[in-house]
C-alpha cells in the first residue's frame, strides 16, 4: 500500500508569505502519510513565490523529503484537482491595510475604523474589506469549478467573516483555521500545571473565544485561576512589565484578568487583544491594561511586529540565497505546532484528532444564529470534521461579546454583498470615536480616495 | 342567548393613567359584545383611581352602557379570575423617569443613557427598566396563580422589550400593542388616496417598523410616495414647518424620508422617532429633521407632551368633579382607534379581525431568532391570535436597524435578569457620547444613587 500522501495534491494560495508557508511546508514535508504529495505554491508575488519556492526545494533536499514542489502565478493551475486547498492570502499586503489605517486615523479614528470593539487585531479586514472577501470568494469559485471535492483550509482572516461568509454563499467545503487558541497553554505553564492532567475547552468566535471548561486533575481549573490572581498576578505583571519582549504576551495581563473578572469566563488567545474601547482609547490606556508595548495592536507593538516580519524574511532570503547554510539551522525540522498540516493529514489519511475549528454553528452554541461561524472543538478523520457537543460561553460573553462582535460581521458582510457608501457610514455611527456625521462621511471619503481603491470606490459610490 | 360578555372580567393595572385609560372604558362601553363585563381598575394611586372609577360609572349611565365597574388598590383583586389583563402601568411614573434622565444627563448623556440608537423615546424604558420590568413580571406572576386561562394584553412600554421577557419567562399568553403603525394613514392622507385601494404591511419590532408592503389600486405604492418626494416634499415641509402644532406630526419629516431613502423602506408611526445619533446629536439637529420642536423627543417637544397630558388630567378632572357637564363632551361616544378593546372582543366573542401585534418571532422574518417579539400583522379570533405570513424588512433593514435594536433589548434584559453593575456600564461602553470609563462609571453611580433607586442600587451592585 502506498503513502496516503501518494499524488495528493496541496495548493497554498498566497505561498508568498514566507515567513507563514515555509514553516507551514516544513510541516508537510516532516509528515509521513504525505509522502509523494504534490504542493503547488501559488501568488501573484514572482519574487517571494520563487524565495518560498527555492526554500521548499532545499529543504526537501537536506531532509530527503519526498514532496514536490511547483510554483505558479496562475491560480486555476494551482486549484485544479487539488484535494486540499489553503488559502493565506492577504489582498494587497500589510501595506494597503496601514494606508488604510492611516487615512482614517487622520479623521480622528484612532487605529483606522476597522478597528471596533472585539476587532482590535490589526489586520483583521471587516468593514473595509472588499478586496479580502472578493479574493476570498473568488478563491472559493475556482474550487468550485476546478476541484470541487476539495477542501479549502482557510487560514487568511477575517476567519470569522469569511468563513461564514464562504459557508453562506459558496458549495466548498471549507474549514477556518486560527492558532490563537494555542495561548491558553501559557496560563497552564504560568500556572505550573502539569498538561497532561489539564482538561480545557474553548469556544465563541475566531479571535473571542473563552475558556468555557477548564478542569485540572478532575479539579475546578477556575479555582487555580482565581488563587493566581490573587497570590501571584502582582508579582508577575511586575516581573513581566519589567522584561516581556514580545508585544503579544498578554495572555496573563492585566487585561485578561479584567477581562475574566467583567465577563465570568477567560479570555484565550487573540480574545485579550479585543475588548471595548475601555482597553484601547490611547497608547497610554493600552499600556495600563497590556503592558510596556501597549500589546501588539497599538502603534507601538503593530510596528515591532511588522518589522519582525520584515526581519524573519531577510533571514529567509539570506539563508536561501547562501546556499551553504543548511536551511534546517533557520527552521529546525520540527512540527510548527499549526492545525493546518494535521488536519490536511487527517483528513487524506483518516487520522482521527480534535482541533479547534471555525465552522457554522448549526445549533452548537444557542443564541448564535445557525449560519453564523463559531470557533469550536470538533473531531476531524477521513470522512471531514466531525461536529460535537460543545461547552458554550456563559451568558454575560453570549450577550455582551459575541452579540455585538456578531453584528459588526452581519454589517461587513452586508456592506460587501450589498456595497453603498450608505452601509459604510452606517458602521460610523454606531462608532464611539464619531463626533458628528460630517466626520464619517470624511473618513469614508478619504478611504475611496486612496491609490488602489479605484475599483472600491466605484462598486461602494 | 347572552351577550358574551355576560360576567366577562376584564382587569386594568395602571388604570390611573386617565388621559389614556378614559379612552379604553368608552371603547369597552360602546362594544355591544362587551355587555354585562365587570371591570376591574387598579392602580396604587387611589385617587387617579377614584377619578377614572368615577368617570367610567358616570360615562356608562350617559351612554346607558351594562357595565360594571370596580375599583381596587389590590391587584390579586382585579387579577383573579380575569378574562382579560390590560397592562398599562408606568412604574415610578414620568416624574421618574425624568429623573433618571436628568441624572445621567448631568454626565454628558443628552437626553438620558436609555436613549440610544433606534429608542429615542422618551418614556421607553430599557436598560434602567429594573422597576417596569419588574412591575410587568409580578403581574404575570399573579396572572400565572390567579387567572392562569386570562389573556395578558400588554400596552406599556417598553412593549418591545416586556413582550420578549414575558413570552420567555412566564407561561401567560400575552400580546404587546401599540398604535404607532395607525400614522401610516398619515401618509395616505397627504398623498390623497382612496384609503379602501390600499394594501398596506409593516413589520419589525415595537416602535421599528417599516412599510414591507404598499400596494395602492394594485399599484406599487412605493412609485406615489417617490413622487411625493420629488415633487412635494418641499412644498409640504415648507408649510409644516411653519403651521404645525403637533410635535409628534413627523410622519412625513425630513427624518422619515431620509430614513427612506438610506434603508430602502419607509419608516412608520414611532420608528420616525428612532435612527442613528445623525438625527438627534443635540436640539439643532432634531429640528432639522424633525421641524419646529425637535419632534417629541427633544427637550422641548418632550415637554409640550407632559405638558398636555397634565392639562388633559386636569380636563378630566374638571369634568368629572362638575357633576352636571356630560363626559360625552369630554370624549364622544365614539371608538377611540386604539387596538386593545377591539381585540378583547375578538377573543371574548370570537370576532375575527386582522391587527398589528407583538408576539414571539418563531420564523415570521427571517434572521430574527425565534424567541424575540416581533410587530407583525396577525389575525385574532376567538382561538387568540393566528400567525399569518409576513412581508419581512429587506437587508438593510434587518442588518442596520433591528439587529442593533435587538442587541439594546438583549442587553437590557439580561441586566434585569442577571443584574450587575457591570451590565449596566457595558451599555455605556457602546454609546457614542461616552469619552471615558470614569464618565461611563459616574452616570451609573449618579442613577443608582437616586432617591427611590435604592433596592436598584442594592441589585445593581
Chains 1, 2 share one sequence.
Not at 503547488?40 to 524565495?51: A, G, N, P, Q, S
Not at 484528532?353 to 454553528?361: A, D, F, G, S, T
Not at 460535537?388 to 459588526?408: A, D, G
Request: hydrophobic letters at 40%.
Amino acid at each position: 500500500m502506498g503513502s496516503p500522501g501518494k499524488s495528493l495534491k496541496i495548493s497554498i494560495i498566497g505561498a508568498g508569505s514566507a515567513v507563514w508557508s515555509t514553516r507551514i511546508l516544513v510541516d508537510i514535508m516532516l509528515k509521513k502519510n504525505l509522502q509523494g504529495a504534490k504542493v503547488y505554491l501559488m501568488d501573484i508575488d514572482e519574487d517571494r513565490l520563487k524565495l518560498v519556492y527555492l526554500f521548499a526545494k532545499r529543504y526537501a533536499s537536506e531532509i530527503h523529503a519526498d514532496v514536490e514542489f511547483h510554483a505558479t502565478t496562475d491560480r486555476i493551475e494551482a486549484i485544479r484537482d487539488s484535494a486540499f486547498v489553503i488559502n493565506s492570502a492577504m489582498a494587497k499586503g500589510h501595506r494597503y491595510y496601514e494606508m488604510m489605517r492611516e487615512a482614517t486615523e487622520r479623521k480622528g479614528y484612532y487605529r483606522g475604523i476597522n478597528s471596533v470593539e472585539w476587532n482590535m487585531v490589526s489586520d483583521y479586514h471587516t468593514i473595509w474589506g472588499y478586496y479580502q472577501f472578493k479574493l476570498a470568494v473568488s478563491i472559493a469559485r475556482d474550487i468550485e469549478e476546478y476541484a470541487p471535492d476539495a477542501w479549502l483550509i482557510n487560514v487568511a482572516n477575517p476567519v470569522f467573516e469569511l468563513t461564514t461568509l464562504l459557508s453562506r454563499i459558496t458549495k466548498v467545503k471549507n474549514i477556518g483555521i486560527c492558532h490563537g487558541h494555542m495561548e491558553f497553554w501559557n496560563i497552564v505553564r504560568e500556572l505550573r500545571l502539569d498538561p497532561s492532567k489539564v482538561e480545557a475547552e474553548m469556544s465563541g468566535f475566531n479571535h473571542v473565544i473563552w475558556l468555557t471548561r477548564f478542569k485540572y486533575d478532575g479539579l475546578d481549573g477556575y479555582e487555580l485561576i482565581d488563587k493566581w490572581i490573587k497570590e501571584e498576578a502582582e508579582k508577575y505583571w511586575r516581573k513581566w512589565w519589567a522584561t516581556t519582549s514580545n508585544p503579544f504576551d498578554i495572555q496573563l495581563s492585566p487585561a485578561a484578568v479584567d477581562m475574566y473578572l467583567k465577563y465570568g469566563m477567560f479570555p484565550i488567545g487573540d480574545t485579550v487583544r479585543g475588548g471595548t474601547w475601555k482597553y484601547h482609547w490611547n497608547l497610554e490606556t493600552k499600556k495600563k491594561w497590556y503592558g510596556p508595548y501597549g500589546g501588539p495592536d497599538s502603534e507601538v507593538g503593530w510596528a515591532l511586529y511588522t518589522t519582525y516580519l520584515a526581519y524573519q524574511m531577510e533571514m529567509i532570503k539570506g539563508f536561501v540565497q547562501a546556499e551553504s547554510a543548511p536551511l534546517t539551522m533557520l527552521i529546525p525540522p520540527k512540527p510548527s505546532g499549526e492545525q493546518v498540516i494535521d488536519i490536511t493529514e487527517s483528513i487524506a489519511a483518516d487520522v482521527l484528532r480534535k482541533y479547534q475549528v471555525n465552522i457554522l454553528n448549526n445549533g452548537l452554541i444557542p443564541g448564535i444564529p445557525d449560519n453564523v461561524a463559531v470557533e469550536v472543538p470538533a473531531v476531524i478523520d477521513g470522512q471531514g470534521v466531525r461536529r460535537i457537543s460543545v461547552t458554550p460561553p456563559n451568558n454575560r460573553v453570549l450577550k455582551h461579546v459575541l452579540l455585538p462582535r456578531m453584528m459588526r460581521m452581519e454589517w461587513a458582510l452586508h456592506a460587501f454583498l450589498e456595497p453603498s457608501k450608505d452601509a459604510l457610514l452606517e458602521w460610523l455611527m454606531y462608532d464611539v470615536r464619531t463626533r458628528s456625521v460630517s466626520q464619517a462621511e470624511e473618513a469614508i471619503d478619504a478611504m475611496l480616495k486612496l491609490p488602489g481603491n479605484e475599483e472600491m470606490a466605484e462598486v461602494f459610490k
